[in-house]
Every structure is written in structure tokens, then in C-alpha cells.
């Protein structure tokens, strides 16, 4: 039976517990192989699935908090990579993705952005979390119309000259998992504006 180890007063709960018995902090069960908090009855990991009752003593991790934060969301997808793929190659095609996703981290990083998550060809990246700064809009604008710019020359550069990029960036409230590390941090309908207005944009053009 796993122990779960309160990690604000280092006191020994017994498995099955939701808070600690001598200081009442919340207590979750830590994957001894991957760190992933998990309930204190739980059997198996839930991320790698590693067991959790191998008699070993598991540290609790407080589990990850959800607060209100103004965060700068950019949503681009590329236009008409579909139809451009029905005529290459798998493997060029799979080429141009990967180059595509490495221009687009780099942009986001050069202006203190981070990426969420890519769908498909599509990249959704947030400004404002983990850390905040007074012209976080601004830089989602810059690295947006910067991206559109680089997607432009990377057809161009593939001898795909009908290779273009659209973009959006909504600014706003949003739910943010405290913690969290790519896909899962932002969520809440300031998401799906951002995406729906992406949408709308003309080839090459960002929507503010």
C-alpha cells in the first residue's frame, strides 16, 4: 500500500487519504517514475502507467492550480497545404511540416512566447503565462505577422509559391493550469474566439 508523504509538513498519511491528517494540505500521490500526481487510491499512474502500490513511499505533489489570467492567444494555420500535399511526396510533405513547426517555435520564443500545442498544421501558442509582461499583445502581434512573413518565404523556398499562413490573436481572460507545460495550459471560450477569428482571415493577413 502506498504512502503519501505530505510535502508541507513531511507527515506519513496512509493511502486513501485526500488531505493530510496533520496539517489538513491536500495530498496527491506522485508517480515514483514519472512525478505525475495522482489520487491517493489510485493503483496506476495515469500518465505513464506505472504502479503505484509497489510498497514504495510516494512524495505527495500538491496538484496543479487553475487561476484567471489576461493572457495573448495567436492561432495560424497554413491555406491550402492540403491540396499542395496531394501532389508531393510523403516525405517532402512531412519535410515542409516539420520545417513549418520549427519556424514557428522559433518566432513564438524569439518574442517570449510559448506553444501550446500544434493541430494538425495548425499552431496555437499563449502570451501572458507562465510569466507576464506589460506588452505581451504586442509581442503575439509581431511574432503572428512575423510567422505569416516566414511561411511565405518558406513556400517560396520549397518552390511552393501558394504555400500561406493566417493568423489571429485575441486577448483576454482565460483559465490557466499554474504548472503546466504545453498542451492543457490555456483553456476557456477566449480559445475558441481565437480560433473561430483565425478562421475568418485571408491568406497572409492576421486579425486582431
Known sequence: MAIVTCSSCGH???AGRKFCASCGSPLAVACPACGSGNEPDERF???CGSPLTDGSVAAAAPLPAVERR???ILFADLVGFTSLAESR?????REQL?????????????????IEKFIGDA????????????DDAERAVRAALELVDAVAALGAGAGLPGLAARAAVVTGEAAVTVGAEGQGMVAGDLVNTASRIQSLA???AVLV
Not at 511526396?89 to 510533405?93: F, I, L
Not at 516539420?98 to 510559448?114: A, D, I
Not at 496555437?124 to 506589460?134: D, I, L
Request: net charge negative; hydrophobic share 30%.
Open 12 to 14: 506519513s498519511n496512509r
Open 45 to 47: 499512474c495515469g500518465e
Open 70 to 72: 489576461l493572457v495573448s
Open 89 to 93: 511526396d510523403a516525405e517532402d510533405v
Open 98 to 114: 516539420t520545417r513549418y513547426f520549427e519556424v514557428s517555435r522559433q518566432v513564438v520564443e524569439r518574442y517570449g512566447g510559448t
Open 123 to 134: 499552431v496555437m501558442a499563449v502570451w501572458g503565462t507562465p510569466s507576464a509582461r506589460e
Open 202 to 204: 485571408e491568406p497572409g
